[in-house]
């Protein structure tokens, strides 16, 4: 079992900064890809960006340029920084985490930008 902890989500003016962490405890060994994902009220659960194992990145085409996935050297621990943040990046934004084929999710942090 994988467990994933949010923290870092909260209340931000348009234009502001946030930033997201992600712990990652239990069997951590072999997870292959940890990213970040957002679910808006009345829509659907969307990507926002991957790290994988070897480093390699990927961002959806909305937060390009505007956020950044990292992870400390232990690879236990995963970042979202959030820049030039709109009120459409208002959403509750989940920890996932990819092992042997299986998906695990965190609780999720809430995310409010205020325009």
């Known amino acids: 079992q994988v467990q994933l902890v949010e923290s870092g989500g909260g209340l931000v003016q348009a234009g502001g900064s946030l930033r997201l962490s992600c712990v990652a405890s239990?069997?951590?060994?072999?997870?292959?890809?940890m990213g970040w994902y957002r679910q808006a009220p009345g829509k659907q659960r969307e990507l926002v960006a991957t790290?994988?194992?070897?480093?390699?990145?990927n961002y959806t085409d909305s937060v390009k340029g505007r956020f950044t996935i990292s992870r400390d050297n232990a690879k236990t621990t995963v970042y979202l920084q959030m820049n030039s943040l709109k009120p459409e990046d208002t959403a509750v934004y989940y920890c996932?985490?990819?092992?042997?084929?299986?998906?695990?999710w965190g609780q999720g942090t809430q995310v409010t930008v205020s325009s």
């Open positions: 996932a985490a990819t092992r042997l084929g299986r998906n695990y």
């Open positions: 239990g069997t951590i060994w072999s997870i292959n890809v």
């Open positions: 790290i994988t194992r070897i480093g390699s990145t």
